[in-house]
């Protein structure tokens, strides 16, 4: 596969989720991007925006295993990755798999669990696998996560701690929709069960030997060395800036750098260019950093600060 096969496939993709998905196209791009990148990525909007059902659609477009956990604060983490039951019949255990043994996972409201469960998803969203009596089960190279999280709801609700939050690719803000695309949403959706994604007849483009390939030809986008400066300064930059308390990691950059290469080849290019990294450091960055207190009483906001770090920033010609 070539970065131009690549481009055509994230088409087929679209087109498929534009059957049930009015707007959001910046949504599904950014899940695309991750897609090809190898990561994961959290949708944060308030409700009624779609969220979970372009999840849904863009699973059903892949044509990948899914499976879905609606958090709630009484799930536990055997819940997610499954146990080992004694049968009594057999005098043997078990093995019960959980819903994260899929290829694309929807975490639904992820932030409604206690942090010991949220804590289930570190093993599987860094490394691919889950380990529980011992053994390790891996989940395959393709595994994703797409998690949702309502910002306006402050009841009930665990944000989710700095190491969960790292693990993310991208953090991506659900807007409301202009008022074209609204009328649009009501047009297509006010007479029918919109929850039923069969009636759109959304296909299958795609599968796990086809994205093995594609994200094999995404490694190999060329990226220079002048490129890989600019995201390590844009990443230092972070942690120098009198705005922000804690910086990014180290591992904030090398996910920078694999989700260049991936835009690159969704544009149908095979290599990187510093506007690749331009577009992707505020959904890359803002969810890595903590604001100084200072910022706080200021009421700055992280995506303003990460915009005027890659403004001042100087990018290679």
Do not use: W
């Given at each position: 596969m070539n970065v131009d096969e690549v481009k055509a496939l994230a088409g087929a993709i679209r087109e498929e989720v534009a059957k049930a998905i009015t707007g959001q196209r910046d949504t599904v791009d950014l899940m695309l991007t991750a897609l090809f990148a190898g990561g994961h990525i959290l949708l944060e909007g308030p409700p009624g925006?779609?969220?979970?059902?372009?999840?849904?659609?863009?699973?059903?477009?892949?044509?990948?295993?899914?499976?879905?956990?609606?958090?709630?604060?009484?799930?536990?983490?055997?819940?997610?990755?499954?146990?080992?039951?004694?049968?009594?019949?057999?005098?043997?255990?078990?093995?019960?798999?959980?819903?994260?043994?899929?290829?694309?996972?929807?975490?639904?409201?992820?932030?409604?669990?206690?942090?010991?469960?949220?804590?289930?998803?570190?093993?599987?969203?860094?490394?691919h696998a889950v380990t529980?009596?011992?053994?390790?089960?891996?989940?395959?190279?393709?595994?994703?996560?797409?998690?949702?999280?309502?910002?306006?709801?402050?009841?009930?609700?665990?944000?989710?701690?700095?190491?969960?939050?790292?693990?993310?690719?991208?953090?991506?803000?659900v807007s409301y929709p202009d008022l074209a695309e609204e009328r649009a949403i009501i047009v297509h959706h006010g007479g029918s069960a919109s929850h039923d994604i069969e009636q759109y007849g959304i296909k299958a483009r795609t599968d796990r030997k086809t994205l093995e390939a594609a994200l094999a030809t995404v490694g190999d986008v060329t990226l220079v060395d002048d490129v890989v400066g600019y995201i390590a300064a844009l990443v230092r930059g972070t942690r120098e800036s009198p705005d922000l308390e804690v910086g990014a990691s180290p591992?904030?950059?090398?996910?920078?750098?694999?989700?260049?290469?991936?835009?690159?080849?969704?544009?149908?290019?095979?290599?990187?260019?510093?506007?690749?990294?331009?577009?992707?450091?505020?959904?890359?960055?803002?969810?890595?950093?903590?604001?100084?207190?200072?910022?706080?009483?200021?009421?700055?906001?992280?995506?303003?600060?990460?915009?005027?770090?890659?403004?001042?920033?100087?990018?290679?010609?």
């Open positions: 925006t779609a969220k979970t059902m372009t999840a849904r659609c863009f699973a059903q477009a892949l044509g990948v295993a899914y499976g879905r956990i609606q958090f709630t604060p009484d799930l536990m983490p055997g819940d997610i990755v499954g146990s080992n039951i004694y049968n009594f019949q057999t005098g043997q255990f078990t093995l019960t798999r959980g819903p994260i043994f899929c290829d694309l996972l929807l975490a639904d409201e992820i932030n409604r669990t206690p942090p010991k469960t949220q804590a289930a998803l570190l093993e599987a969203m860094q490394e529980f009596d011992g053994t390790t089960h891996s989940l395959g190279r393709n595994f994703m996560v797409v998690a949702t999280q309502n910002p306006i709801e402050h009841q009930g609700v665990y944000p989710l701690p700095e190491a969960q939050l790292d693990r993310f690719l991208f953090k991506h803000r591992r904030a950059g090398a996910m920078l750098a694999r989700a260049a290469r991936a835009r690159a080849a969704l544009d149908g290019r095979n290599y990187v260019i510093p506007d690749d990294v331009k577009a992707l450091a505020v959904p890359a960055l803002r969810h890595r950093v903590v604001l100084s207190p200072a910022a706080q009483i200021d009421g700055r906001l992280v995506e303003q600060i990460v915009s005027d770090l890659v403004d001042h920033t100087e990018a290679p010609r």
